[in-house]
């Protein structure tokens, strides 16, 4: 995986994570309570990804310096 893949990883995935939490305050005033816990689940997935993603990106920019 390449540095601009990874990126465009956490890119993706903090952009997913800004939608859902948009998504989790709506369905939680709106009282939709059934919905929150899928939300929830979409976006610490999608935390994982990006955590993931950055810990391969630093390993590819510093394997390059040394």
Known sequence: ????????????????????LQWTVEAFLGREY????TYNLISLLSAS???????????VEYKKKS
């Open 49 to 59: 990804i990006a955590l993931f993603a950055y810990f391969q990106w630093r390993k």
């Open 1 to 20: 995986m390449g540095k601009k893949t990874c990126w465009a990883l956490i890119i993706a995935s903090i952009i997913v994570n800004v939608i859902m």
């Open 34 to 37: 059934e919905v929150l816990f």
